[in-house]
């Protein structure tokens, strides 16, 4: 978890020096969301095939069939499913790439009378969708190394992403406009992460080869079935986004470019915590669960949620109360305006308040697959994901609270999430929460409290009007100064010791 988690921070970090590039370079306008929309649609397939369905149903199995089997099993398995891969992200890419004049039509209706944002998304679809195939090959081979314990590989992938962006915004003079170069910037990384996975695959002395596609290999229909609800669940969980991108597009321009900006500083979170916790959990949960020892299934549960809120917690409060000196240091600069920090303040002080439910998610549903139960959690996303639909639309357009309700309607939908996966788990001893645990969250809660206090009154330290020295300057302080309270509280009511972190540091990282 520190190393997914460590890597993760420092993707999460060339990602603001990219977003602080894009909002000076495109701003809110236009431009920006059209790419926005082409970003949206190769990452809505890749969070439901590369780093969702496929994911969590080729761990466990290779993960099993590694206990199980051994590796010459498990190489055959993986030589096979790869292969799967390959082809199918082919047909789906080129299908898709034919079709994106239609599509765009659909997933965001609002740009139907906008010509040149029409125009604009599909040109910059069509070279950003190849990425999805790229980034689901790269997903299996990260999934291999995470169940050989090597985590840092997959959670370095991202960084590449970032610094391939950067470089091309950099370059944007040579492109018809900064959004086709971010365009291609994302064609060029998904060979970037591609080619790093493989290089480490080889490194570790993993067999993958390329083979003829076998479909009537039994663990492939037994994957192709964990897939199938995992492929709704995913995507019920992800027409979230494209409903938000629906109701964003009738909105006033700029709206997408809002939940754009508020999202990336609420993914940190939710990306250094959430998804560090799911990838290092799910091999080890299933390895564990396969052996049968539910007392370390138990433990390993416990001790993730514990971690889980020790961060996530902390995160929530800090993007809630110092969301405004956030949003204008890192984006109010260029063609980002002080209106556009106002609409994208309120945003994220929405997404802010489902942190801990999205994080706890990920742990919730981790226990399931881990089970090889890729059902349930498909029920509890469909529930969550209507309401989410109906109490956004409710709140944009009936009570009029604008880009801010549809922020809103996502954070109460994570919260309804989370209460539907625990009463699932209920009874189940591997999933039951410990003393330990209930006592740790009190603490840190009570740890959260002091931090929240501190922002409150701290508020007038940062020049709303300074310059952009004097607005960093106030921000490390806010910042600094509510990372430190809360570090000192959770060390002196005992959640953390300082021996435990000792422990964290002196692992060697693979």
Request: hydrophobic content about 55%.
């Amino acid at each position: 978890m520190a190393t997914v988690a460590g890597l993760t921070g420092l993707s999460r970090i060339a990602g603001f020096i990219r977003d602080v590039l894009t909002a000076v370079v495109l701003g809110a306008g236009p431009v920006s969301d059209a790419f926005f929309v082409a970003l949206k649609l190769p990452n809505f397939f890749r969070r439901v095939t590369a780093e969702g369905a496929f994911s969590v149903s080729f761990v466990p199995l290779y993960s099993e069939s590694l206990e199980k089997e051994g590796e010459e099993e498990a190489g055959v398995f993986a030589d096979n499913a790869f292969a799967v891969m390959l082809w199918g992200m082919l047909g789906i890419t080129l299908l898709v790439m034919l079709f994106m004049p239609y599509i765009i039509y659909v997933i965001a209706p609002g740009f139907k009378g906008d010509v040149s944002r029409y125009s604009m998304a599909v040109d910059m679809a069509r070279v950003t969708f190849p990425y999805l195939m790229l980034m689901s090959l790269t997903a299996l081979m990260g999934g291999m190394l995470n169940a050989h314990s090597r985590f840092a590989p997959f959670a370095a992938a991202p960084i590449l992403f970032n610094l391939s962006l950067i470089v091309f915004l950099l370059m944007s003079g040579a492109f018809k406009t900064a959004g086709h170069a971010m365009a291609w910037g994302v064609f060029v990384a998904g060979f970037l992460q591609c080619g790093l996975l493989w290089h480490f695959i080889k490194k570790a002395g993993l067999a993958l080869n390329f083979v003829k596609p076998n479909f009537e290999d039994v663990k492939i229909k037994r994957l192709f079935a964990l897939m199938g609800p995992g492929v709704i669940g995913a995507g019920v969980m992800h027409i979230n986004l494209f409903a938000d991108l629906i109701m964003a597009s009738f909105l006033t321009t700029g709206s997408i470019s809002y939940l754009y900006y508020a999202d990336r500083l609420n993914q940190l979170p939710l990306g250094m915590v959430g998804i560090a916790v799911g990838t290092a959990l799910l091999p080890l949960l299933s390895k564990t669960i396969a052996a049968g020892d539910a007392g370390e299934a138990r433990r390993l549960f416990n001790r993730a949620m514990e971690v889980c809120m020790l961060l996530a917690l902390p995160a929530a409060v800090g993007l809630f109360m110092a969301a405004l000196p956030i949003v204008t240091t890192l984006f109010e600069h260029g063609e980002f305006t002080a209106n556009d920090s106002g609409y994208t303040r309120l945003v994220l002080t929405a997404y802010a308040a489902g942190i801990p439910a999205y994080i706890a998610v990920k742990v919730y549903s981790t226990a399931y697959w881990a089970r090889q139960d890729t059902i349930t959690p498909v029920k509890a996303a469909v529930v969550s994901t209507m309401f989410n639909i109906f109490i956004s639309l409710f709140l944009v357009f009936v009570l009029n609270v604008g880009v801010a309700g549809i922020a809103a309607g996502t954070a109460l939908a994570g919260w309804l999430q989370i209460i539907l996966l625990a009463r699932g788990l209920k009874g189940m001893d591997e999933t039951r929460l410990d003393e330990r645990f209930k006592k740790a969250l009190q603490k840190i809660v009570f740890s959260c409290a002091v931090m929240g206090v501190f922002l409150y009154f701290a508020q007038g330290i940062y020049p709303d009007n300074g310059a952009l020295p004097q607005q960093i300057f106030g921000l490390l302080v806010l910042v600094g100064g509510g990372a430190a309270i809360y570090g000192l509280a959770i060390v002196l009511t005992g959640v953390v010791k300082i021996d435990d972190i000792k422990k964290i540091f002196k692992r060697k990282v693979r």
